[in-house]
């Protein structure tokens, strides 16, 4: 049973961006209604609604019995290829505490969730789904060239992860019976909680989180995860933030300086150190943060100059409260992926990596990029169109430093093997 169970259907409720409720982020199925006929949705349904529906019961039943689960193919794809995955093993009382038909006596104790698409940022590897900026410049791209657009809905993935709905707003948390409910949820059973967009800090929702908590008397019992982009911060969370049991920052920060300019478009790098330093201002022994990059073809050469200046910023050392995590690889869209790059150039930059010593996950990073993950067809037909995809945005937004004035050596990579 250890090799299929997970405790997430017992332990942790998730909500998309889209308000749709899953097993968790590492799923893409979206839980049925009993109906069958359409899913549940935190803007239509509350946590209560699915927590013991037919598909969740039937979701522990299989478990218990040892079955995998068509919801955690991901896990299961990646522990086969020996990386460690989300999933997470330890059964405790959980079973003693589920009837036979799968119904489990008590509420969710975890919870993850995607507050909507808002967001100011228009970030290389993001899409609509993430953020509507992203979606409303897409839009302008199609209307100034329709073919090319065109294109990149061809490409799926390969270039873009959402193309349809352009500069459509996902705000599930706006029906406010539902959004109450969910707060009460939150205030009497959940002891961790993680949110993310979007760009958290942008919605009032979020901060009405803590207002709620706070007006309950439970703000002292949770702990909490912002992963933030840090292009804002807002000075009401020196009150909420020292109250809570724990808080930690994750870092979305890609780069040193214009880099992650580039990449996190149109961020600016003294706002991001600033940001940084008001959370560590306010750290004191509850709080944390945590530098969490999403590591990909743009940013890979430059992994081990951010890291020197994450342990410069942090003093000279990583410590519990100041920390990192090299989780967040980009696979999708393809174009964003690393191992897409010439096989020279990457082992290049390896070389450059494996020079300093970091950890077993940069380690790992390092040993992916000498790697082939894909064919050489295959891989000339990403790097094309990793190509046209970033020269027609950086056109667009008509910045000075694009991606070939950012990473030359890629270029002059790109263009041999491309010859």
Not at 14 to 31: F, S
Not at 293 to 304: C, G, K, M, S
Not at 342 to 361: G, H, T
Request: proline share 3%; net charge positive; aromatic share 12%.
């Amino acid at each position: 049973m250890t090799d299929t169970f997970c405790n997430y259907p017992w332990k942790h409720n998730y909500i998309h961006t889209n308000g749709k409720i899953r097993l968790c982020c590492a799923t893409i199925q979206d839980i049925p209604s009993n109906n069958k006929y359409t899913v549940f949705d935190a803007s239509k349904h509350s946590i209560e609604e699915y927590w013991n529906s037919d598909r969740m019961r039937e979701i522990r039943r299989k478990m218990i019995a040892g079955e995998k689960i068509r919801d955690c193919e991901r896990c299961y794809e990646q522990e086969s290829q020996g990386v460690k995955s989300l999933r997470d093993s330890s059964i405790g009382n959980l079973i003693e505490n589920t009837d036979a038909d799968g119904t489990y006596k008590l509420p969710a104790n975890t919870m993850q969730l995607q507050m909507g698409n808002i967001c100011n940022l228009k970030c290389k590897m993001c899409s609509q789904m993430y953020s509507h900026m992203n979606g409303l410049e897409l839009k302008e791209m199609k209307e100034k060239n329709p073919r090319w657009f065109h294109w990149v809905q061809e490409q799926g993935a390969n270039v873009n992860n959402w193309t349809n709905e352009l500069g459509i707003k996902q705000e599930w948390y706006k029906n406010k019976n539902l959004k109450y409910k969910m707060f009460k949820h939150i205030s009497e059973n959940i002891e961790q909680i993680t949110i993310i967009g979007g760009e958290p800090t942008l919605i009032p929702e979020f901060y009405e989180i803590f207002e709620y908590c706070e007006s309950k008397g439970t703000l002292g019992n949770l702990a909490i995860t912002l992963v933030t982009n840090l292009t804002n911060t807002n000075p009401k969370l020196t009150k909420w933030l020292p109250k809570l049991k724990s808080w930690q920052i994750w870092a979305s920060v890609d780069g040193v300086a214009e880099r992650t300019e580039y990449i996190r478009y149109p961020s600016k790098w003294e706002k991001i150190n600033d940001s940084l330093n008001f959370y560590k201002s306010i750290m004191n022994n509850n709080g944390g943060i945590t530098l969490s990059p999403a590591v990909q073809l743009l940013n890979i050469d430059q992994l081990d100059d951010l890291a020197k200046w994450w342990i410069a910023w942090c003093g000279g050392s990583l410590t519990k409260q100041l920390n990192w995590t090299w989780l967040a690889t980009v696979w999708y869209p393809l174009i964003c992926n690393p191992n897409i790059a010439p096989r020279e150039w990457r082992l290049k930059v390896a070389d450059k990596l494996s020079k300093y010593k970091f950890d077993d996950f940069y380690d790992n990073l390092v040993k992916n990029l000498r790697k082939d993950f894909h064919t050489e067809t295959k891989a000339k037909e990403l790097q094309q169109a990793f190509i046209k995809y970033n020269d027609e945005q950086d056109s667009f937004r008509n910045v000075s430093l694009t991606w070939r004035r950012l990473i030359p050596d890629l270029e002059q990579a790109l263009t041999q093997s491309l010859s």
